[in-house]
């Protein structure tokens, strides 16, 4: 059975461009949530997404946005990259609707650096 | 808004002896409290978690954590150290509802070194 999944592994940009980072969730999952973790740091809640909406997000700026698809992957866009956005994101997906009590599983991350 | 506090950056203990990583939340109302563990270049892998019932939590590879209400902790433990064990450990919250209820919130993580 495989876990969450992620693509690519390593991206590297320079600023003001744009990237897409996505997600396979772990097979009977149906919400995902995306994460940054910065160097140092534990991770910060970026999004989560259910029922291909966006159902709660942290404190991030517009730039970065999502999406859900109906076999309930998930993609990260962030738009206008900053040297700031440099970090590893992670992608953790949980079954029944996100429920509270529920276990997120994350995947492996993709480390992106922005130059 | 909920928090976590990890006071320790970095515990260092010897193999076969007990160890203890501490944590310390924030939150409205109960809490729902989660341990991760980070290795070099790898994603976070679940150990446990604490959402109601008995306060003593048993989780993955001997680890297990102790819930103190009054203390607000989730204290990390494990009776005897692995060399397997070094890794970066991290502390999550989920509040049980209202806002931020489907996020988890970190705390910074304790770096454990086990010395053979």
């Known amino acids: 059975d495989a876990g969450v999944t992620q693509s690519p592994t390593h991206l590297i940009k320079t600023r003001g461009q744009q990237v897409t980072l996505r997600c396979s969730p772990k097979s009977g999952h149906d919400t995902v949530s995306w994460y940054q973790q910065a160097l140092g740091q534990g991770p910060q809640f970026i999004f989560q997404y259910y029922e291909e909406e966006e159902r709660q997000r942290g404190n991030f700026p517009d730039r970065f946005s999502g999406h859900q698809f109906p076999n309930y992957s998930s993609e990260l866009n962030v738009n206008a990259l900053l040297l700031g956005d440099s970090a590893l994101y992670l992608c953790?997906?949980?079954?029944?609707?996100?429920?509270?009590?529920?276990?997120?599983?994350f995947g492996p991350g993709t480390r992106l650096t922005v130059l | 808004a909920q928090s976590v506090a990890q006071p320790e950056d970095q515990v260092n203990v010897a193999e076969g002896n007990p160890l203890t990583v501490k944590c310390t939340y924030s939150?409205?109302?109960?809490?729902?409290l989660f341990w991760y563990v980070q290795y070099p270049n790898r994603g976070l892998q679940f150990l446990l978690k604490y959402i109601t019932g008995d306060n003593l939590v048993k989780g993955s590879y001997g680890f297990e954590a102790e819930f103190n209400k009054s203390q607000t902790s989730f204290h990390l433990k494990k009776p005897s150290a692995l060399v397997s064990d070094s890794a970066l450990y991290f502390c999550?919250?989920?509040?049980?509802?209202?806002?931020?209820?489907?996020?988890?919130?970190f705390g910074k993580g304790t770096k454990l070194s086990v010395i053979p």
């Open positions: 939150v409205s109302g109960n809490p729902y």
């Open positions: 999550a919250v989920r509040p049980y509802s209202g806002a931020g209820s489907y996020q988890l919130t």
């Open positions: 953790a997906s949980s079954p029944s609707g996100g429920a509270r009590t529920d276990t997120q599983y």
